[in-house]
């Protein structure tokens, strides 16, 4: 049912879409600590027409809010690098991740001497104006190109 709502959304939003119905997973690369990267799934690989009306090529990576779930502060940061805003409140961090068209809040918190993601939010910054998914893909890709710290 998501990927039909997601055709439909992608639709009246983006001026048409069409996509092959292909899932391939993706990997933001292997952990420092041995541990598997987050994964997700990259969907809508098809065409897509930009504002310019042209076709182009459009790679999505679904967003899951299980991704980061666990991870330490030293994983997220190689993968998003510096969040925009954290906010501290007692034992808890909420480190926030800024996109036109879309936020992602993690919620970390700190037991003991270890501080986990325990939460993922992504949510509109501009209702109605891109997909998550799609705002989130572009979200990765540009802090993917971003050096950390």
């Known amino acids: 049912m998501r990927p039909l709502l997601a055709a439909l959304i992608c639709i009246a939003f983006a001026g048409g879409c069409q996509t092959t119905g292909k899932t391939v997973a993706a990997s933001a690369g292997a952990a420092s600590d041995g541990a598997a990267a987050p994964t997700g799934t990259v969907t809508g690989v098809g065409e897509a027409r930009n504002p310019a ?4 090529a459009m790679h999505v990576v679904r967003f899951n809010s299980d991704e980061f779930m666990g991870y330490s502060p ?3 940061l190689p993968i998003l ?4 805003f954290v906010r501290r409140d007692g ?7 800024r996109a036109t068209n879309c936020i992602l809040d993690l919620f970390l918190y700190t037991s003991g001497s270890e501080t986990h993601v325990k939460h993922a939010e992504l949510r509109p910054r501009v209702p109605g104006a891109e997909p998550l998914d799609s705002c989130y893909s572009r979200m990765r890709q540009e802090r993917r190109a971003q050096p950390t710290g």
């Open 81 to 84: 690098g510096a969040p925009d």
């Open 53 to 56: 009306g042209n076709a182009a």
């Open 74 to 76: 030293e994983r997220v």
């Open 91 to 97: 034992s808890a961090q909420i480190w926030q991740y």
